[in-house]
Each structure stands twice: as C-alpha cells, then as structure tokens.
Antibody, heavy 122, light 110 residues
Framework: EVHLVESGGDLVQPGRSLRLSCAAS????????IHWVRQAPGKGLEWVAG????????GYADSVKGRFTIARDSAKNSLYMQMNSLRAEDTALYYC???????????????WGRGTMVTVAS | QPVVTQEPSLTVSPGGTVTLTCASS?????????PSWFQQKPGQAPRTLIY???NRHSWTPARFSGSLLGGKAALTLSGAQPEDEADYYC??????????FGGGTRLTVL
C-alpha cells in the first residue's frame, strides 16, 4: 500500500531553520513528482513546492522562494524540505503529496501524507 | 500570481445534488489548467477526488464528478450523503507559473 509519512515538525523561533522529511513506502519516490502543501491553522491549502521525479525540475511558491529548499534522498526513498529564515507566517501543518506523474507541473495529486506541524514563535 | 475563487459555503439536502465551482482570475478555466478537486474532513488530511478535470481516483465515489461549466471548473455531487459534509478545494495549474489552490468551499449536508 502506498503511504507518505511526514516528520520533523517542531516549535522554532523566528529566523531559525528546520528540516522536514517525507518518507515514502509502497512505491519508489524516484518515479514520481512530489509536492509540499501547507495549511495554516483554520485556513486553506497553499502549494509550497514541487520536485520532479529526477529532481531536474523544482518549483517554489513566491512566499518561500529563496528560503526553502526541496531535495530527494533516493537511498532512503525520502524527500526533504530545508526551511531557513522561518517566519511566524510559516506556521502551518505541512503535507507532502505524491503526483500521478513524473513532473510537478501540471499538478495531478493522488496520495497525501498526514502532515507535520511547524510552529514559528518566540 | 493568479487567484482561484470558490464559493465560501454551500448547503445541500441529503440525497440532493450540488455543484461547486472554481474560477480563475486570469480568465476561463480550461482543460489546460488540469483542474483537481480535494475533500478535507475536520482533523484529516486532504483526499484527492478528481484530477485533470474529470478523472476519478479508484477511491472516489461515483457520485462525485468533475467538469467544466460556464468558464469554471465544477465538482458535482449527485445524491449527497451525510459523510460528504467537508471542505472542498480545487487546484489549477498554470503554464510557466505555480499551481494555485482555491480558498475552499465548506459543504453542509442538511
């Protein structure tokens, strides 16, 4: 069965860094694009970043560009999102989601993880 | 960045039919926007219902269907069930730009 499990969420101070992980099981994450999506408390969904199957095409939302970096670890069948210079507005539940295809554009989500919570506060 | 607009809330009677829509600030929505639809119940992760305008996943109940309607993407629920009460989000993909979610529609079955 296909699963995605996020981890790494925590309470951090503004300006600090955090690395989120997305572990895949039941499929090879190298065969598909993966997206990160976040949801601030009581708010809607926001697309954050996407990476193609081979890492050759990566995109970021303007709100995180230059601060967040997404990467793959094929050996661990996982993906990571390094989050630097965190701000209060980055507080959200972060989900990773598998795409049906190898490119993150156009997006065609299928499986979602359960999310990991990031809280940025002093 | 484009803005994607959905109805904030809708109500449907049990067994009834309701259509949720998804509009783009850039103009009419087309198949080229590859519209997707997601369902989210309280305390749960989103679940993908529809991709590429009208394609259901294997887990998507047949009572949900996706289409284009009047320049918007549309999600129609025919024969609403109490368990369909949830938030629904659409997602549009834009050439040379990033995918954008709509603000969501809270659907009440009452």
């Amino acid at each position: 069965e296909v699963h995605l499990v996020e981890s790494g969420g925590d309470l951090v101070q503004p300006g600090r860094s955090l690395r989120l992980s997305c572990a895949a099981s039941g499929f090879s994450s190298d065969d598909y694009a993966i997206h990160w999506v976040r949801q601030a408390p009581g708010k809607g969904l926001e697309w954050v970043a996407g990476i193609s199957w081979n890492g050759g095409n990566i995109g970021y939302a303007d709100s995180v560009k230059g601060r967040f970096t997404i990467a793959r670890d094929s050996a661990k069948n996982s993906l990571y999102m390094q989050m630097n210079s965190l701000r209060a507005e980055d507080t959200a539940l972060y989900y990773c989601a598998k795409d049906r295809g190898g490119g993150y554009e156009p997006a065609a989500f299928d499986i979602w993880g359960r999310g990991t919570m990031v809280t940025v506060a002093s | 960045q484009p803005v994607v607009t959905q109805e904030p809330s809708l109500t449907v009677s049990p067994g009834g039919t309701v259509t949720l829509t998804c509009a783009s600030s850039t103009g009419p929505v087309s198949n080229g926007h590859y519209p997707s639809w997601f369902q989210q119940k309280p305390g749960q992760a989103p679940r993908t219902l529809i991709y590429q305008t009208g394609n259901r996943h294997s887990w998507t109940p047949a009572r949900f269907s996706g289409s284009l309607l009047g320049g918007k993407a549309a999600l129609t629920l025919s024969g609403a069930q109490p368990e369909d009460e949830a938030d629904y989000y659409c997602l549009l993909s834009y050439s040379h730009d990033r995918p954008v979610f709509g603000g969501g529609t809270r659907l009440t079955v009452l």
